[in-house]
């Protein structure tokens, strides 16, 4: 039985599939990177002992990347799809139309953060759905559980990852097939530069292991319990008054664009 994760060369994907291959799948990456890929492979078959396929593939392009994905899976038994490649903008926080290249922007986005979930889905679903069994984790973001300022379109594509895999694990619970949205806050990766590591911001290899113990337990889970706990308390004050405020955008707007001027002379 295999299990495909896509964007796993670094941050949390690549923790999952270190993960998942540790308790005993074999492995099918994808990411934009051949060498990395190939670097990974070898880790995950050194560590784990399981056998590991990589399949380069840049998310950002639209239909047309699909059918050498499918041709790649074709003929493997897949029980797991761990969905969790996706991008922010560069600069990461900014308002709508400050951002630079918007037109590349959004189409990148929606399908690296939206369209590849959807065809990946479409690809490997069918034989789940013949075998009555199979696990899918579609990796959404906390930014996807209310409106963050500054990350509008970011933000909107996690939404949609959210309501589409409840939606989904509606339709297919039945047929014995789970779908799991993980809507982390800060993990430690290329995309959060790296930060460092303490009570409120996990380790992507720690995320990945918490995460994966709820499986079977939640069908939404912020990952882990810090994260848990994180999300309840801006649930409790963030409240949709507060955050639809003027003087909370104002607020946010000059604090991130602050951010951006010392991120800039650094
Ligand atoms: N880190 C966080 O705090 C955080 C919080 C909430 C949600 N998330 C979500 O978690 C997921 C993983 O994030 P991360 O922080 O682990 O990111 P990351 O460290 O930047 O890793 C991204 C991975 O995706 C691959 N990738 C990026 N763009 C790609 C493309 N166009 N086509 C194919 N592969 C691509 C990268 O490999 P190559 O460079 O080789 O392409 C890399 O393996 C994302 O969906 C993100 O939205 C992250």
Not at 105 to 111: R, S, Y
Not at 147 to 175: E, G, H, W
Not at 210 to 228: D, F, I, K, Q
């Amino acid at each position: 039985m295999k299990l495909i994760v896509t964007g796993a060369t670094d941050g949390i994907g690549k923790s999952y599939a270190h993960e998942l291959a540790k308790r005993g799948f074999n492995v099918v990456i994808l990411s934009r990177t051949l060498e990395k890929l190939q670097k990974v492979a070898e880790e995950i078959e050194q560590r784990s002992g399981r056998k590991v396929k990589i399949i380069q593939a840049d998310f950002t392009g639209g239909a047309e990347i699909y059918p050498k994905i499918e041709e790649g899976l074709k003929d493997l038994d897949i029980g797991i799809l761990v969905n969790n490649v996706g991008m922010a903008s560069q600069e990461r926080q900014q308002r709508f139309l400050d951002t630079r290249n918007l037109d590349k922007v959004i189409e990148d986005m929606l399908n690296c953060n939206v369209q590849s979930m959807l065809q990946m889905i479409r690809i490997v679903l069918p034989r789940m759905e013949e075998r009555k069994k199979g696990l899918i984790i579609n990796i959404a973001s906390e930014a996807g559980t209310r409106p963050y300022p500054q990350v509008s379109l970011y933000c909107a594509t996690k939404v949609f990852m959210d309501f589409f895999s409840r939606s989904l694990n509606l339709d297919y619970i039945c047929n014995g097939i789970d779908v799991q949205c993980v809507m982390p806050l800060m993990v430690s990766t290329n995309m959060t530069k790296n930060l460092r590591t303490n009570l409120l911001v996990k380790s992507a290899d720690d995320f990945a292991r918490e995460a994966l113990n709820t499986v079977g337990l939640t069908n939404r889970t912020s990952g882990c319990l810090s994260h848990s706990i994180q999300s309840y308390l801006i649930d409790l004050f963030l409240t949709e008054y507060v955050m639809n405020s003027k003087i909370t955008a104002w607020i946010a707007t000059f604090t991130f664009q602050t951010l951006m001027k010392h991120r800039k002379l650094d």
